[in-house]
């Protein structure tokens, strides 16, 4: 039996998302770690630069993609102990689910999570978020810097633009525009990088994490990829907010989200397939 009592936590790997750095994780690294638990928040490739050097040189993201990035948290999870809890935030909760179909991590969290292939739906506030890139196609092989009116849209939105602004100082940087292509066109490719077998029975227990008032990933988005991923036999939960942003890891209330999460996967960290025990709505 797995032992995820207080006196033996699991580690926890934090997967930040596009247009961030691991330091959005700030308050929950601080906050999972005086619980006892190792907390990991690893940057994508090319996103462990000082934050001034991302803004300015953007070629080191250029063609970074959606399975590099899944490449890169798969080694390092490998690397560890025991499997992990896994938590994702907007592209990393994305992430998270791929390394959940690999059979990684003792259970995985994803909060507004970039829809993975089957989605069809795509809201207007999603749209508009995404054509940053999409209304380009050269953009596919560049970065993209979102501006403080661009990031207060699609982050911060519940915030006047005065309370945004140090956010986005602190936080924003370019997100490579690949992603968002191979994301945004995956339902057109039968061997999308953002592909998941939605069956799979081994899969590790799954949150998934809306925001009502997300612009960036609609509660609608995220509602359409707890159905899909509800197919498989393994737990699959959803938990929805209904006055919380794409910046609900670090707006006013974060600790409620933050506990909630951690609270609900070490409870069913590697639960057993369909167990009646676990099953069921968050």
């Not at 140090?166 to 370019?174: D, G, K, L, S, T």
């Not at 009502?212 to 995220?222: I, L």
Request: glycine fraction near 8%; aromatic fraction near 8%; charge should be neutral.
């Amino acid at each position: 039996m797995t032992d995820s009592s207080p006196a033996s936590p699991k580690p926890i790997v934090l997967i930040h998302g596009l247009w961030l750095t691991p330091l959005s994780w700030e308050y929950w690294i601080e906050r999972f770690e005086a619980r006892g638990h190792q907390v990991l928040a690893p940057a994508w490739p090319g996103i462990d630069r000082p934050i001034e050097e991302q803004r300015r040189n953007t070629k080191p993201i250029e063609h970074l993609g959606i399975t590099e990035v899944v490449n890169h948290y798969d080694s390092i999870i490998r690397g560890l102990d025991e499997p992990p809890i896994i938590i994702g935030h907007s592209f990393g909760g994305l992430i998270t689910m791929l390394l959940l179909d690999r059979n990684l991590g003792a259970a995985g969290v994803g909060i507004s999570p970039a829809q993975p292939k089957g989605v069809l739906i795509l809201p207007l506030p999603q749209a508009r978020v995404a054509s940053v890139a999409l209304r380009n196609p050269a953009n596919r092989h560049r970065a993209q810097m979102l501006t403080e009116k661009q990031f207060h849209y699609g982050f911060t939105n519940t915030l006047s633009e005065e309370q945004s602004r140090p956010i986005y100082e602190r936080y924003a940087v370019p997100g490579p525009g690949r992603m968002l292509f191979q994301a945004g066109l995956a339902n057109f490719n039968p061997n999308a990088a953002s592909k998941i077998d939605f069956k799979n029975p081994k899969r590790a227990p799954l949150l998934i994490m809306a925001n009502d008032k997300d612009h960036t990933v609609p509660a609608a988005s995220a509602k359409a990829t707890y159905k899909l991923q509800s197919r498989s036999p393994s737990v699959t939960e959803l938990k929805e907010y209904t006055d919380r942003s794409h910046y609900t890891c670090g707006d006013t209330g974060w600790e409620e989200v933050a506990d909630y999460a951690l609270d609900w996967a070490v409870r069913h960290v590697a639960a057993p397939t369909g167990s009646p025990a676990t099953a069921g709505g968050a």
